[in-house]
């Protein structure tokens, strides 16, 4: 059985290369070998930051994404990195979220996928946007 981990150029790479921004960042996929279960998975950044585009200063959240995979799932290291790439992004947080989902969506073409940001407070407002792309129904699946 091959596991499709042949075509991986990051994970096992002993010479992390950090990206300097999301559009250096490479997102890997693997053939999802279990396609036929319908499963669900859940992947959580409890320390993800960017920049305020204005302020340039760090704004701190947890990211939740989760996906129902159709043909491809993430290559969990390379989703790291792509994360860590926007720590000197300036960029808002509703659109950072939408980026992250968009660029997922464009690689793996999941049946369903969930990002939510959970931005820590600032001036007192906690900003989470929240978006979904593909099966609106299958989408009441995911928690």
Same mark, same amino acid.
């Given at each position: &059985?091959?596991?499709?981990?042949?075509?991986?150029? #990051?994970?096992? %790479?002993?010479?992390?290369? !950090? =990206?300097?921004?999301? *559009? *250096?960042?490479?997102?890997?996929?693997? /053939? $999802?070998?279990?396609?036929? $279960?319908? !499963?669900?998975? %859940?992947?959580?950044?409890?320390?993800?930051?960017?920049?305020? =585009?204005?302020?340039?200063? =760090?704004?701190?959240?947890?990211? !939740?994404?989760?996906?129902? /995979?159709? *043909?491809?799932?993430? *290559?969990?290291?390379?989703?790291? #990195?792509?994360?860590?790439?926007?720590? $000197?992004?300036?960029?808002?947080?509703?659109?950072?979220? $939408?980026?992250?989902?968009?660029?997922?969506?464009?690689?793996?073409?999941?049946?369903? #996928?969930?990002?939510?940001?959970?931005? &820590? /407070?600032?001036?007192?407002?906690?900003?989470? =946007?929240?978006?979904?792309?593909?099966?609106?129904?299958?989408?009441?699946?995911?928690?």
């Amino acid at each position: &059985m091959r596991s499709g981990a042949e075509n991986l150029n #990051l994970l096992g %790479n002993l010479e992390t290369q !950090y =990206p300097g921004s999301p *559009e *250096e960042a490479k997102l890997e996929a693997i /053939p $999802n070998l279990s396609q036929a $279960n319908g !499963y669900i998975i %859940n992947l959580d950044c409890h320390e993800f930051t960017c920049l305020c =585009p204005k302020t340039a200063q =760090p704004d701190f959240a947890k990211i !939740y994404i989760s996906y129902i /995979p159709d *043909e491809f799932i993430v *290559e969990s290291k390379s989703l790291k #990195l792509y994360l860590f790439a926007y720590r $000197n992004t300036g960029i808002f947080h509703e659109f950072v979220i $939408n980026k992250i989902a968009s660029d997922l969506q464009r690689l793996l073409k999941t049946k369903v #996928l969930k990002v939510v940001g959970d931005f &820590m /407070p600032r001036g007192g407002i906690a900003i989470k =946007p929240i978006v979904v792309l593909g099966d609106k129904e299958l989408a009441k699946t995911l928690c």
